[in-house]
Structure formats: C-alpha cells, structure tokens
C-alpha cells in the first residue's frame, strides 16, 4: 500500500458493513454515502461488526487497490459517538488507527497565535 501521506483525504465509514464485500460492493458503499469521489486520491476505509479487520479501498493510476489488515486479539478502535456516516482523518490519525490507538479520544496540545512578543 502507498503511504497514507500520498492521499489527499482519509474517509472512514463509520457504521459496519458485510466484510464479505469486496471492490464492487465497496465502491457502492463509498457512493451510496457519499465518501468521496472513487477515483480521485483518497483512502476509504471500512470496518465489521466485530470490528478486528480494517479493509482499505483507493484508486491508484491504472485500477483499484483492495488493502486489509485482520487484528488477531484485538478490535480498531471506531468513531462510535459522531453523527455523521462518514469521518475523515489526517494521514497521522490514521496510522496511529492501524497502530491500536483511539484517535478520537485523544487531543492535541491548543495551538496559540501570537502577533507580537512582549
């Protein structure tokens, strides 16, 4: 798989679908919820109810590229409390997502902006 930094975006379906779906079923998904455009740069990553496979959907230059990664004891951690179907993630967040951590209990030190030091 590229490197996530080569995407423009990171699209994460937040409700679980039928892992049985491969590319085609996939890319319904992606248009159905409107994720994004399929063969524009962009990762659209999808999850089960049992949440301990990840399978990663994306459009490289000459077709469709199907990436999963299957966790043996653990789960991924999953937008649950969002409202909206579809989330979106910095190249950064999702790496630590593949890595087991929850990105979206986790926050960032406040950036400040100052116009002048006194």
């Known amino acids: 798989m590229k490197r ?3 995407f423009k975006a990171i699209f994460i379906h ?3 679908v ?3 779906k491969q590319i085609n079923g ?3 998904i992606v248009e159905m919820a409107k994720m994004g455009k399929l063969m524009d740069p962009h990762l659209f990553v999808f999850t089960g109810r049992r949440r301990d496979l990840i399978k990663v959907l994306y459009f490289d230059r000459s077709g469709f ?12 951690p999953w937008p649950r409390k969002h409202t909206d179907s579809v989330v979106r993630l910095n190249p950064e967040q999702f790496s630590w997502l593949l890595d087991g951590y929850d990105v979206w209990k986790m926050k960032p030190f406040e950036s400040f902006f100052f116009e002048r030091v006194s």
């Open 18 to 20: 039928d892992m049985r």
């Open 65 to 76: 590229a199907l990436w999963m990664k299957r966790l043996e004891r653990d789960k991924f």
């Open 4 to 6: 996530p930094e080569d």
């Open 26 to 28: 996939l890319s319904e």
């Open 14 to 16: 937040r409700e679980p």
